[in-house]
């Protein structure tokens, strides 16, 4: 379902399949875990991100972060924009985190670009799936050969 | 200029380098929990003040700032080359502005959303804190490891 395209030629905003939201967030590696907190904003932390079918892995210290989440429901956001088109797309995972054994990830090179131990890895297994997408208006050729 | 590291090697920044960070950028993003689950949009920010305004068409985001309801805010930057970043989060509280000065007086300023519809609702976040974290760079070099070690 998208905004409908009308004869407007400005951006409209389309609303994306969960399909085309995995593979958009398949293509980045960077992304924000939102965390709720009992009657406190949540904690929004960017991580190092790879993908697994449709699980999101990344690496955590034994810290805050994990501790937060557990039984906690979890957000992923990923998003990407062109300050020169002025477009861009925004895509919110929410789920179940846990964190993975090594089987689980072993398999996988995940990435992280805060030092220290990151022995920890945490899968978040997607629920709901929602993306957005600005749409810039198509360049048309008109049947008159020309613009 | 910081405050030191905290246990995971990250350096502290201090209020006024998150707000300069902040407003030397103006992509964001909004935290907030709506109906237990956590959600996070992106939005096109000013700084103004010590508080950070954006433009919204109504929808969660507006519904959230009729009920005061706590918010984070939060900007970060990576650089792939260094694989250094930056992250900074505000905590806070957000409102619509309502005055009718205000509203003019924030209409004149840069402040633009790039999605398309009728974003005339200004929604302002009244800061309680702010914390900004950056990798180091070279971190694993500098003998800083998680733990404070």
Not at chain 1, 20 to 47: D, K, N, T, W, Y
Not at chain 1, 100 to 127: F, I, N, Q, Y
Not at chain 2, 26 to 44: A, C, I, K, Q, T
Not at chain 2, 71 to 76: A, G, N, T
Request: glycine share 10%; proline share 6%.
């Amino acid at each position: 379902m998208s905004t409908p395209a009308d004869d407007r030629s400005g951006p409209t905003l389309e609303v994306m399949s969960r399909e085309e939201c995995f593979q958009l967030v398949a293509s980045l590696s960077i992304g924000r875990v939102a965390v709720g907190r009992h009657e406190e904003p949540p904690l929004v932390v960017p991580v190092n991100y790879v993908l697994d079918g449709e699980v999101i892995v990344f690496r955590s210290d034994p810290g805050t972060k994990v501790l937060a989440l557990r039984e906690q429901p979890i957000s992923f956001q990923v998003d990407f924009v062109d300050p020169f088109h002025q477009t861009g797309w925004s895509v919110l995972v929410t789920g179940v985190a846990y964190e993975a054994t090594p089987v689980e990830v072993e398999h996988l090179t995940v990435e992280s670009w805060v030092g220290g131990d990151k022995e920890h890895c945490v899968r978040v297994m997607p629920m709901t799936v929602s993306g957005r997408r600005i749409r810039l208006p198509e360049i048309r050729m008109s049947d008159r050969g020309y613009l | 200029m910081v405050s030191g590291h905290d246990e995971h090697g990250l350096i502290r920044m201090e209020d006024d380098e998150c707000w300069e960070f902040l407003a030397g950028h103006s992509l964001g993003r909004v935290g907030l929990v709506h109906l237990d689950e956590p959600m996070v949009f992106p939005v096109n920010y000013l700084v103004d003040g010590r508080s950070v305004v954006f433009r919204t068409a109504p929808g969660t985001k507006l519904a959230m700032a009729g009920t005061a309801g706590p918010v984070v805010f939060e900007v970060d930057e990576a650089t792939e080359l260094f694989e250094t970043g930056t992250s900074v989060m505000v905590q806070g509280t957000m409102h619509e502005v309502m005055s009718g000065v205000e509203k003019d007086r924030l209409a004149k300023l840069p402040l633009h959303a790039w999605a398309p519809g009728d974003r005339d609702h200004i929604i302002r976040i009244e800061p309680d804190g702010v914390s900004g974290r950056q990798i180091p760079l070279h971190h694993q070099d500098d003998g800083v490891t998680a733990d404070g070690g």
